[in-house]
């Protein structure tokens, strides 16, 4: 989108504030919606260094525990954000160069948390009924790959 | 309240958590419990804007292009024809990595932008000859900053608008910083190859060095039309990204056919992750320091640290250090903001020049960005190269210590950023 | 005015919070001597700009808090935030809608989607070159202080006062004298069709970018030209980058001084009155503030010898050819909404009283 501003623009001479917005959005949308398929490829940044040291049973403590306050904490911002939502929606406030409306960007932060929360009890399922420890539904720990 | 907030990040830090629930969870609970009149949402809206920067925006067209070029031949190519000329010597590679961070970081003004755009295809081929993974990576982490640095510098801009300092002479002090760090690089990485012996390439007879560099002269095309682009005028370095996501899709799939079309999707999927377990920190880190600010804190604490009557050496220690503490959890642009307005005065008072104030400043947050435990530009690398933190982190003492030596003497000879605008 | 009772029920509970959060405190005898005080309940408001340290909106921010506090005998006591604090500026218009803070400076620029009849201080020419004469219309116009005033109350925004932060004029790689100077010239400007529009008409082509970017692109040629009143342009450096300057006065920076309405509704009538009074007080202060800051930037800049840069100041003639060319995007005005039309009729009438007198 950015690239086929710059060349209408040099072509054209015409302003481009479409394509900033546009890539907003996209922004917006994949960092949001990302969260739940992250938690589940378990590509979410973490600073590990006390848990690849600890014993394993400290470690499975922990493969539950974590999901499950992490899916709490999404939820609660899923929450507020829905209400967040909903007020931008009642102002009917858009977007300055494309009069979208803005409700419409930011509807993916509740979406993508409340996906990301079930993604999170998933990760948690998975360590209680199996015996390994699973970092994400899609992988194991790194002691046990 | 300060306390809670940083006890609760700390906590679930070292529980590891995914970093971006520590940053919200403080926020949250100070919210909820301790600040009853005050609208929760605000966290929402926070979140939001800490994503939305137009500068920002480069980050994942950045990835995007990389991921692009590193499937296919772009890269190669191009590294094909760095090694022809300098693959014989000492440490060639580093030193060419920490030279491709300065320079790109010089027109993309994003560390983050910088660690991707350099570092994945600079990592391949640093491992091929015979680098250790974690040097590798810390070495780009590292050089990454210089970025912001070397003009022209969106860090310098800001912290023109809000002191009273001429950007131009910003840009110019910013320089003798930048390039000291890349000379204690460069030696690093000369010394570096002696002691492990990293094998040297073989050198190359000028007819192959120019069949390389015929074969190269497409992706050449990629760095002469970014920078080229961007220092005529043509476009900004947003546009740029977009621009290179461009050309790397007519080379890859047009010119080489290295890529299918029905790959491209594969390849957008596995850019979007990566930059949304960034770009969620990002926002977390948004709503996290608009607390911090909201409650007054960097106020209350520079009261506390400042005493009456500082003196300049003591006013640049404090600065240094809130500056460097800041950029390890939040945007470097949105602590300039913040904190800037609050020491400026204090450092006037001292008698302290506002150039050489705004350069340890952007040198700070600069190195804030790069240094565990926290630094965006090492999550950013974890996520890029799939590495785990501590992997990440490994390689960085050496870097570390380099820098803080530079940061010292920065701060103690203030003829290191003005002896450039002295001599004109 | 008209339509705010919709708004009052959204944010019911903002105010009686924000008087909870503050304690009754009842010792109003130890307010130090100040005889004009008057006693009211101990509070701490919070009032945010869109500008930092040192710049117009601050400066009558803590000069407003000064008055405040004064008056109150030091029982009330404002907190200013700058911009960058506290997000975005649209954030900022968000965050005093929903009470997070009390007083909020806010350009209509940056409600043009929220309020689009704000959008009328983005017409070119519209306003007389004389800046007194236009803060004395600020100041009494009803077409502003009524009816697009009960537009913004309608969104939680309840404007206390309009003010210029002074005139804007233009800077540029190249001269800029007469509109064939602007014939594709890549004139930089706020992200509003409007303002977008009003350079169309001279055949350049406006490029909406952030000011973050803007030094940068300035430099490097990306865009070629920008508007602001003197104290930013000298502030953010960019006459550094730029050759020439031109007085155009073409429009003026136009601000407001804001309130939550359900706060400002909830306030004792002591508390009120102080409010009010300040906000009066603050009226040609607010004139002064600009003055000085503009004048000063104007000095400095032609001072800057070894970034030199030109100023030129149009003619009336001059003045009139871009007119000419600027009034029929007041067209566009009209059809932002019903009611637009009417402001701006009403608004032009009273500038053309202002003149005639
Ligand atoms: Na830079
Ligand atoms: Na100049």
Redesign the pocket.
Known sequence: MTCGNVLTRIITGSSWHFAAEISRLAVIVATFLGISYAARKGRHISMSAFFDLSPKPVKKFLAIFNPLVTAIVLITIGYFGTIYTYGIYETGRTTAALEFPFWLMVVAIPLGCFIGAIQFLRNMWMNIVNKEIYIAEDKKDYDEQ | MIWTLLGIMVILLLMGFPMMIPMIAGPLVIILFFMDNLDPTIMIQQMVEGISSYVLIAVPLFIFAADIMTSGRTSNKLLDFVGAFIGHIRGGYAITTAAACTLF?????STQATVVAIGKPMRERLLKVGYKDSSAIALIINASDI????????GMIIYALVSDASVGDLFIAGIGPGVLIFLFFATYSYIHARIYNIPLGPKMPWKERGNVTLKALLPLGFPIIIIGGIYTGQFTPTEAAGVSVLYALILEVLIYKTIKFKEIPGIALSSGIVTSAVFVLVAGGQAFSWVISFLRIPRMLTDAVMGPDPSALYVLLIVSIFFFIGCMFVDPIVVILILTPIFAPVATAAGIDPIHLGVVIVFQAALGSATPPFGVDIFTASSVFNKSYLDVIRGTPPYIVMLLIVSVLVVVFEDISLFLLNMF | ACGGNDETENNGGTNEAANEGTNNGEAVENNGGNEEAVEVEAQEWRFVTEETEGQVQNVYAEEFAELVSEKSGGQISIDVYGFGELGSEVDQVEQLSTGVVEFAIISPGFTGTLVPEGNIFALQFLFDDDQELNQQVLNESEAINEHLAGKYVEQGIMPLAFWTEGAMQWTGSSALQSPDDFDGFQMRTQESPLILESYEAYDANPTAMSWGELYTGLQQGAVEGQENPLFFIEDANFHEVQDHLTISNHNMYVTMTTVNPDFYEGLDDATKTIVDESIEEMKSRSFEIQAEQNDAALGLIEEATDTPTEVYELSEEERDAFRELAVPVRDSYRDESEDAGMILDMLQDEIEAAQGN
Request: aromatic share 0%; hydrophobic share 45%; proline share 15%.
């Open positions: 970081g010089s027109i993309s003004g970025a912001l640095l070397i003009p022209p510098s969106i």
